[in-house]
C-alpha cells in the first residue's frame, strides 16, 4: 500500500498548525525508508523493541539476525537451541515470545502472507492472538510493514511525549486525548506520527 505523501502534507499542514512547523523542519516523510520488507524479521524485531531503548534494540536485532546469516525463517529459529538465541541478549520472556511466533507461522495459526489483505483492526486481533504482541507492537507492524496510512498509536511513550512538548500541554496526554486530537489528522495519522517520532529525533517507544 503505498502513500501519497504531498497529499498528506497538505492536508497536515491545513489542519494543524503544529505539524505544518514540524513538517518545515524535518522535510520530506521518512516512514516509506523504514519500511521492513520481511513480515517475519519485523515481528520478531517489534519484539525485541518492546521496553528497550532504540539503540538496544537495534543491536540485539543484529546478533539475532547474525545467527542466521542474516536470514532467519521460523524453522530455522525453532531449530536454534535456547542458549544460543539467549547469549544474543534475549530475555527468556521475549524467547519465548518468538518462540510461541515461530510455532504459530509453523502451524498456519499466523498466515503472514495473507495479512496484507486484511483489514487494520483484524490485523490486530490477529498479531495479538501471538504471546507477547499486543496492539502497540500490532501498530508496529501495521506502520512500519504493511504501510498503513492511518495509524495511532496512542501506548506509544514517544508519541505522548513528542505531543506533550510539540502542543506545550502541561501533562502527558491520555489516549482520550490524543485520540481527539488525531481526528484533524485522518486518514494519515502514521504520517503525523513519524513527524512526531522525528521531533524526538527518536524511533518508537512503548511504555
Request: aromatic content about 8%.
Amino acid at each position: 500500500m503505498s502513500i501519497d505523501y504531498a497529499k498528506a502534507r497538505r492536508l497536515l499542514a491545513r489542519r494543524d498548525p503544529v505539524l505544518r512547523d514540524l513538517m518545515r523542519r524535518y522535510g520530506p516523510c521518512g516512514l516509506a525508508d523504514s519500511q521492513h520488507t520481511d513480515p517475519f524479521r519485523a515481528l520478531v524485531r517489534a519484539i525485541i523493541s518492546q521496553q528497550l531503548s532504540t539503540q538496544a534494540a537495534a543491536t540485539i536485532a543484529r546478533r539475532f539476525e547474525a545467527l542466521f546469516d542474516g536470514k532467519p525463517t521460523p524453522a530455522r529459529v525453532n531449530a536454534a537451541p535456547d542458549d544460543q538465541l539467549r547469549a544474543v541478549g534475549l530475555s527468556g520472556q521475549k524467547l519465548r515470545y518468538i518462540r510461541d511466533l515461530c510455532a504459530r507461522i509453523e502451524g498456519g495459526l499466523l498466515p503472514l502472507a495473507t495479512l496484507g489483505r486484511m483489514d487494520d483492526e483484524e490485523v490486530i486481533r490477529v498479531l495479538t492472538e501471538v504471546k507477547g504482541i499486543g496492539r502497540w507492537t500490532a501498530e508496529m507492524f501495521l506502520m512500519f510493514r504493511l504501510h498503513r496510512p492511518d495509524v495511532l498509536p496512542v501506548d506509544d511513550l514517544g508519541i505522548v511525549k513528542a505531543v506533550q512538548r510539540a502542543y506545550r500541554m502541561r501533562t502527558l496526554p491520555s489516549p482520550k486525548r490524543l485520540m481527539r486530537l488525531g481526528e484533524e489528522w485522518r486518514p494519515y495519522r502514521s504520517v503525523a506520527c513519524w513527524y512526531l517520532w522525528r521531533s524526538l529525533e527518536n524511533t518508537p517507544v512503548k511504555e
